[in-house]
């Protein structure tokens, strides 16, 4: 197709940009501008199986404002896109799968579908326009410039501009230009834009924008904490025991420094002398919440920390970035949680994951397992693509640094054979599911890891004696499950225009752009799909109760929007069926145990670490009142929720839950 359309067209310019996920090359943005200046762009890149293909025509007018937009292919998860835009006289009207509307001729529409490109459109439009435009359909874009940088390439170099774009999500996104005008790069966290011929400068464009983001959050980190320079007492607290599993009412807790000095019956405890007080009633206090599955980024710790998150369980990342995002917070140069780090090993191939460490020898395998035991890794998790022969030898070199081993299921490898060969845990509850249909014509690299489930999964007997013998010996062999059921609720049940339950809580509190994206859907579902993806999560959850039931301990984790999947999360084991006062033990006491924190972490006690939180009303009795988060105390720092939202473009809930 876009052959025959570049033979048609009369090029008077084309550009070439790189797409790079985790440093690798994974497909490519070609810019093609016709003499008449109408702009085609083809966008598409391979991410495990998923990731979009798309071609977008545009008309610019003389302010750079588009007048004309039409793009078809397909999105991330492969559903078919088909979207437009057109100006006629004093309106403009857009359509896609997702939304519609139709405003006054003057503001700036930035696809749902859009193409990176699309920022550097947006970019150039707003110098033109004094550095604000109004968005369609919501929203408002700010400009700023953040100095120059020159670039070297071989013998070459390049004088490019870093500027910021406010109002698009939680941070400002990034856009390099050259003296030209024209978009140089465009990278946020793993993925990378960069024009082609120049992907070796990313490195260093990249710690630009790092050192950017870095001044910013340290900013607000300055401006946000609250650094007690004497006691704290917390008094007339409810107080959550996660040990005993209940709320004893009335309790006093001091705090000195960042350790809990006392902790006793209100009117019982030595208040320390011009201590802060903390008035707790009709509020409940708990142990600071846990997350069990995130993939760290700078706007996760803010997102972290406002929702009482103050501890997360890291299962692939960037090892160099994430020594350096943790460093920052634990330094306090930015706000964020506790980080506990998993290394993450998978094989090469077209469908290898987001990591430096893909391996296809033993010896490599055991060498990666040493380099995160030297970065203080609790554990590795391994993933999909990896070669079944190399389990052995990192599950004994693991084992042999005091590692655990979890993750993903090789592909070729069912769950049951995972554990014999020596995984102490499992992420995400379709790997489960794949125990009883993937067969060997599932090739669980790929996509259909997911859409296997959605087409099979409610064909799984839950009170079947093959699915009971498998849930006995996860029990027996004391094998945890991280099930991510927020994550699976988007996918199953999130539709274009119809967001998945979790979402439609989540939405009204977003930036606008961040908000459009919950729109999205999950995967397609057309005709009797729909039913069998809604009936698949369904027996998601009864597979998670059965879990529980059996003894097998849960690991509350999200893969999804830092903070608010993890009080989704919460909501959706009680939902299943779990006691809501064995739910908030998975997520604090449960969660600290299996990282190895429990002597300092996970329960209110002297000597423990303050990392506590008050939420307003009793998650015991309502587990949703998890999402009230009121006071946050992370090291002894104090945190207003509503402020550290605020500083990344979020309502508080006090504006939004009834």
Not at 107 to 115: I, Q
Not at 239 to 260: C, Q, S, T, W, Y
Not at 594 to 620: F, H, K, S, T, W
């Amino acid at each position: 197709m876009l052959l025959a359309l570049l033979a048609s067209l009369a090029l008077a310019d084309t550009a070439r940009y790189t797409v790079q996920i985790a440093g690798n090359t994974a497909g490519e943005q070609l810019l093609v501008t016709e003499p008449t200046g109408s702009l085609t762009i083809r966008f598409r890149f391979n991410d495990r199986g998923r990731g979009p293909d798309q071609l977008s025509r545009i008309n610019l007018d003389a302010s750079g404002l588009p007048v004309s937009v039409a793009i078809t292919g397909n999105n991330y998860l492969k559903s078919p896109v088909r979207e437009e835009f057109q100006t006629s006289g004093p309106s403009v009207s857009w359509r896609n799968d997702a939304e519609e509307g139709r405003e006054a001729v003057g503001g700036f529409y930035l696809p749902f579908n859009a193409a990176p490109e699309f920022d550097g459109i947006l970019v150039r439009a707003l110098r033109r326009a004094g550095g604000r435009l109004t968005l369609y359909p919501a929203g408002e874009a700010r400009l700023d410039s953040a100095g120059t940088r020159t670039v070297l390439q071989e013998d070459r170099s390049a004088t490019v501009t870093l500027y910021t774009v406010s109002g698009l999500g939680f941070t400002p996104s990034y856009v390099w230009l050259d003296p030209a005008g024209d978009t140089f790069a465009i990278m946020d966290g793993w993925t990378r834009i960069i024009r082609s011929g120049w992907e070796s400068v990313g490195d260093a464009l990249a710690a630009a924008q790092d050192s950017a983001g870095a001044t910013r959050e340290a900013t607000a980190a300055a401006r946000i904490a609250d650094r007690p320079t004497g006691p704290v007492v917390i008094r007339r607290a409810a107080l959550f025991d996660p040990v005993e599993k209940r709320v004893v009412p009335a309790m006093a807790v001091v705090v000195e420094g960042n350790r809990i000095t006392a902790v006793g019956n209100e009117g019982e405890v030595t208040i320390p002398a011009g201590a802060r007080e903390i008035d707790a009633r009709g509020r409940t206090l708990l142990p600071g919440l846990w997350d069990m599955h995130a993939h760290a980024g700078a706007v996760d710790g803010p997102l972290n920390i406002a929702a009482g998150v103050t501890s997360i369980r890291d299962l692939a990342n960037d090892v160099d970035e994430l020594t350096a995002l943790t460093a920052r917070w634990d330094r306090g140069e930015a706000i964020g949680p506790r980080v506990v780090r998993g290394g993450f090993i998978d094989g090469p191939g077209p469908f290898a994951g987001p990591t430096k460490a893909l391996v296809s020898t033993p010896e490599q395998a055991r060498e990666w397992v040493d380099r995160y035991a030297a970065l203080g890794a609790v554990q590795i998790k391994v993933y999909s693509s990896l070669d079944t022969a190399l389990v052995k030898a990192i599950v004994e070199r693991a084992h042999a640094r005091g590692l655990r081993v979890s993750g993903h299921i090789p592909n070729g490898m069912s769950a049951a054979q995972a554990v014999a060969a020596g995984f102490d845990e499992i992420q995400h509850a379709n790997m489960l599911l794949l125990n009883f249909i993937a067969g060997d014509s599932v090739d669980t690299r790929t996509p259909e890891r997911f859409r296997a489930v959605g087409r099979h999964g409610a064909e799984v007997d839950i009170g079947a004696d093959s699915v009971k013998a498998f849930i006995a010996m996860l029990a027996a062999r004391g094998i945890e499950v991280d099930p991510t059921l927020a994550t699976f609720e988007d996918m199953f049940l999130g539709r274009p225009r119809a967001m998945a339950p979790g979402d439609a809580i989540m939405a009204p509190r977003l930036p606008a752009q961040a908000r459009r994206g919950l729109l999205a859907g999950g995967l397609p579902a057309p005709g009797d799909l729909d039913q069998k993806h809604r009936a698949a999560y369904a027996t998601m959850l009864r597979l998670v109760k059965a879990l529980h039931d059996a003894g097998v301990p849960l690991l509350a984790g999200t893969d999804c929007t830092a903070g608010f999947c993890l009080h989704r999360e919460l909501e959706l084991y009680s939902e299943a069926g779990i006691p809501n006062a064995e739910v908030l033990r998975i997520a604090t006491l449960g969660a600290a145990t299996v990282a190895g924190q429990a002597d300092r972490l996970g329960r209110i006690a002297p000597g423990m670490l303050a990392d506590l939180i008050l939420v307003e009303g009793n998650p015991v009795a309502d587990i949703r009142a998890i999402r009230r988060v009121a006071v946050v105390m992370k090291d002894g720092v104090l945190f207003d929720p509503a402020a550290v939202h605020a500083s990344v473009g979020v309502r508080s809930w006090r504006e939004v839950l009834p």
